[in-house]
T-cell receptor, first 111, second 114 residues
Framework: QKEVEQDPGPLSVPEGAIVSLNCTYS??????FMWYRQYSRKGPELLMY????GNKEDGRFTAQVDKSSKYISLFIRDSQPSDSATYLC???????????FGQGTRLTINP | DTEVTQTPKHLVMGMTNKKSLKCEQH?????MYWYKQKAKKPPELMFV???????INESVPSRFSPECPNSSLLNLHLHALQPEDSALYLC?????????????FGPGTRLTVL
């Protein structure tokens, strides 16, 4: 079993839809949670960074962490074609430098 | 400035060549990373430098040789690579302080080994 599970998709939604991307993890020692966006042939771009449980909002993006169920979510409101990319969840333990990534979900927003 | 730069953008090399990848950041980060990413896969950690010292080597073959000349620069020296080493090589940097450690990635170098 992978430490972080993420559905690779692909996921295709119409423009303007609310997108929900999810990951589950198995190690309760994970404390820090990240979402990266990666466009084709580019490096990952950090979108959201959260510590422990709770919500964090940044513009159209909301990250949610539920440590009791070991569930990480990223919501994208009013999705745009420019949001089409692969979204990677990642997590790490306190004091650790190694990130554990999910497989990435390929998302397409159709105009 | 939240930018990590990498050169070259693309590199094609033969199995007998020696080449180097370069990475630079000016965010004052004291941890720098090399990752390898194959198509449709997440990045895989190769090396971590903290305060210019190698702190993590993920059992990477010796044909990959990292170097951290100073706190802003990170190199990856390549020698006698195999075609299966073709991938996107990503550099990242972060703070080292406990509890702080978002990793910021560069755009990557796309390496093709013939």
């Amino acid at each position: 079993q992978k430490e972080v599970e993420q559905d690779p998709g692909p996921l295709s939604v119409p423009e303007g839809a609310i997108v929900s991307l999810n990951c589950t993890y198995s190690n309760s020692a994970f404390q820090y949670f990240m979402w990266y966006r990666q466009y084709s042939r580019k490096g990952p771009e950090l979108l959201m960074y959260t510590y422990s449980s709770g919500n964090k909002e940044d513009g159209r993006f909301t990250a949610q962490v539920d440590k009791s169920s070991k569930y990480i979510s990223l919501f994208i409101r009013d999705s745009q074609p420019s949001d089409s990319a692969t979204y990677l969840c990642a997590t790490r333990r306190q004091g650790a430098q190694k990130l554990v990534f999910g497989q990435g979900t390929r998302l397409t927003i159709n105009p | 400035d939240t930018e990590v730069t990498q050169t070259p953008k693309h590199l094609v090399m033969g199995m007998t060549n020696k080449k180097s990848l370069k990475c630079e950041q000016h965010m004052g980060h004291r941890a720098m990373y090399w990752y390898k990413q194959k198509a449709k896969k997440p990045p895989e950690l190769m090396f971590v430098y903290s305060y210019e010292k190698l702190s993590i080597n993920e059992s990477v073959p010796s044909r990959f040789s990292p170097e951290c000349p100073n706190s802003s620069l990170l190199n990856l020296h390549l020698h006698a690579l195999q075609p299966e080493d073709s991938a996107l090589y990503l550099c990242a940097s972060s703070q080292v302080l406990a509890g702080v450690g978002e990793q910021f990635f560069g755009p990557g170098t796309r390496l093709t080994v013939l």
